[in-house]
T-cell receptor, first 113, second 113 residues
Framework: DGGITQSPKYLFRKEGQNVTLSCEQNLNHDAMYWYRQDPGQGLRLIYYSQIVNDFQKGDIAEGYSVSREKKESFPLTVTSAQKNPTAFYLC????????????FGPGTRLTVT | KNEVEQSPQNLTAQEGEFITINCSYSVGISALHWLQQHPGGGIVSLFMLSSGKKKHGRLIATINIQEKHSSLHITASHPRDSAVYICAVRARNSGGSNYKLTFGKGTLLTVNP
C-alpha cells in the first residue's frame, strides 16, 4: 500500500536531549513537509523540501533541523534549542504538480519532560 | 487576525442531523482543502477545490471565491463522523511558495447516537 509512515507514534525524551522523528513515503512524491500541531492552534509549517538534498525553513524552524538524502525520507530532529518541543508532529508529502494535494502521515506525539 | 477562520469551534449534533462547518479566509487563493482528523491524530484529505462544489458520499464542499468562503456539509450525520475538520488554503501567487498551506484551527464535531 502506498502511504506515509511516521515512527514512533509516541516518543518521550528528557529536556536537553536531541530527538529525531522519522518520516518515510512510498508515493514517489517530490515534496515533503513537517508540521507541528498544538492544542487550539492550526498546523504550522516547520520545514519543507521540494527535492532531494534541498530544504527550506517554514514559519517555525527555530530549534529544528532536517535532512533529505533520499526522496523517500525526510527526518526531523528536534534539538535542545527548541524551547517548547512537546507537541504533535505531522509529516506530509505532495507531488510537485499544480494540484499540490498533500497526504499526511499518522503523526508522532513527542513529550519532553 | 488569522488568515483562515473556521466556525463553529465546537459542534455537537444528534445522529441523522445535517451539519455545516464554515471557513472564511482573507487572501486570494488557488485552492482550498478540507481535512479530517480523527482522535488518533492522523489527517485525511477530504476535498481540494478551487471553485463550485464537490460531493463525496454524504460530504459536500462548496466554495464562493468572491466571498472568500467555503462550507463543508455532512448529510445524515453518524457518530463515526465525529472528528476535527480542518480548512486549509493555498495562497495564490505566493512568490514561488505555492506549495504552502495556511490552516484554520479546526472544528471539533461530535455526533451523538
Amino acid at each position: 500500500d502506498g502511504g506515509i509512515t511516521q515512527s514512533p507514534k509516541y516518543l518521550f525524551r528528557k529536556e536537553g536531549q536531541n530527538v529525531t522523528l522519522s518520516c518515510e513515503q512510498n508515493l514517489n512524491h517530490d515534496a515533503m513537509y513537517w508540521y507541528r500541531q498544538d492544542p487550539g492552534q492550526g498546523l504550522r509549517l516547520i520545514y519543507y523540501s521540494q527535492i532531494v538534498n534541498d530544504f527550506q525553513k517554514g514559519d517555525i524552524a527555530e530549534g529544528y533541523s532536517v535532512s533529505r538524502e533520499k526522496k523517500e525520507s525526510f527526518p526531523l530532529t528536534v534539538t535542545s534549542a527548541q524551547k517548547n518541543p512537546t507537541a504533535f508532529y505531522l509529516c506530509a508529502s505532495s507531488p510537485l504538480v499544480e494540484s499540490y494535494e498533500q497526504y499526511f502521515g499518522p503523526g508522532t506525539r513527542l513529550t519532553v519532560t | 487576525k488569522n488568515e483562515v477562520e473556521q466556525s463553529p469551534q465546537n459542534l455537537t449534533a444528534q445522529e441523522g442531523e445535517f451539519i455545516t462547518i464554515n471557513c472564511s479566509y482573507s487572501v486570494g487563493i488557488s485552492a482550498l482543502h478540507w481535512l479530517q482528523q480523527h482522535p488518533g491524530g492522523g489527517i485525511v484529505s477530504l476535498f481540494m477545490l478551487s471553485s463550485g462544489k464537490k460531493k463525496h458520499g454524504r460530504l459536500i464542499a462548496t466554495i464562493n471565491i468572491q466571498e472568500k468562503h467555503s462550507s463543508l456539509h455532512i448529510t445524515a450525520s453518524h457518530p463515526r463522523d465525529s472528528a476535527v475538520y480542518i480548512c486549509a488554503v493555498r495562497a495564490r501567487n505566493s512568490g514561488g511558495s505555492n506549495y504552502k498551506l495556511t490552516f484554520g484551527k479546526g472544528t471539533l464535531l461530535t455526533v451523538n447516537p
